[in-house]
């Protein structure tokens, strides 16, 4: 079966400094992967997604990075943390779309980064 | 632009009441509709999709094209049901759009 790790669950980080979150899924190719921010109050925004090795999309201009150096590896980065980066991330993963159906995302327990 | 609203922030109601969560969204092309549920300690994880047609947990979504919404329903809330309930539009065959969350309290 397909399972998803993202860890920390917790970071704490002092301005300025760098940002290292890492996912990854098993049981599964090729996946689609996606990180998301989660402000309080607020839905999921959408931060990137990528659909292979090599290939990200940045939905919103931000001070993060995302990249995809083995298939079902997803790293979030920083080189410099803001303040406005403090939030709940998650990962998640989807398989590819089949015909004209699109397949649900399934999402991993998230890390909660403070930035201090 | 791609939106998803979620009006009610916290949805209280009592344990056999029935229960509906408003999601409303707008799209200019053919939209594919989920809502997402988080329990208190888990994952967020999927519910239903329009495309599905299905009931899950009781739980039943229609999509109306013509006043843009797919609201969850369930004929009697149960306490288990309490959870953070999350509507997401997927455009574009990878993007995800979700609305700010629902928090249904089922009280006994």
């Known amino acids: 079966s397909q399972t998803i790790h993202q860890w920390p669950a917790t970071l704490v980080q002092p301005v300025g400094s760098p940002l290292s979150l890492e996912c990854t899924v098993e049981?599964?190719?090729?996946?689609?992967l996606y990180w998301y921010r989660q402000a309080a109050g607020r839905g999921l925004q959408l931060l990137f997604y990528?659909?292979?090795?090599?290939?990200i999309s940045s939905e919103v201009p931000q001070n993060l990075s995302a990249s995809r150096p083995q298939d079902r590896q997803f790293i979030l980065s920083s080189k410099k943390l803001l303040l406005s980066d403090s939030g709940f991330y998650l990962c998640?993963?989807?398989?590819?779309?089949?015909?004209?159906?699109?397949?649900?995302?399934?999402f991993g327990d998230g890390t909660r980064l403070s930035i201090l | 632009a791609q939106r998803v609203t979620q009006p009610e922030k916290l949805l209280s109601v009592f344990k056999g009441a029935p229960v509906e969560l408003k999601c409303n969204y707008s799209?200019?092309?053919?939209?594919?509709l989920f809502w997402y549920v988080q329990y208190s300690r888990q994952r967020l994880q999927l519910l239903l999709r329009?495309?599905s047609r299905e009931s899950i947990k009781g739980f039943t979504a229609d999509l109306n094209k013509g006043e843009t919404s797919f609201h969850l329903k369930k004929p009697f809330a149960q306490e288990e049901d309490s959870a953070m309930y999350y509507c997401?539009?997927?455009?574009?065959?990878?993007?995800?759009?979700f609305g700010s969350g629902t928090k249904l309290n089922v009280k006994p």
């Open positions: 990528s659909v292979g090795i090599g290939q």
């Open positions: 049981g599964t190719s090729n996946p689609n």
């Open positions: 997401a539009l997927q455009y574009n065959f990878n993007k995800f759009y």
């Open positions: 329009h495309i």
């Open positions: 998640a993963w989807s398989g590819p779309r089949q015909g004209r159906s699109n397949q649900p995302q399934h």
């Open positions: 799209y200019s092309g053919s939209p594919e």
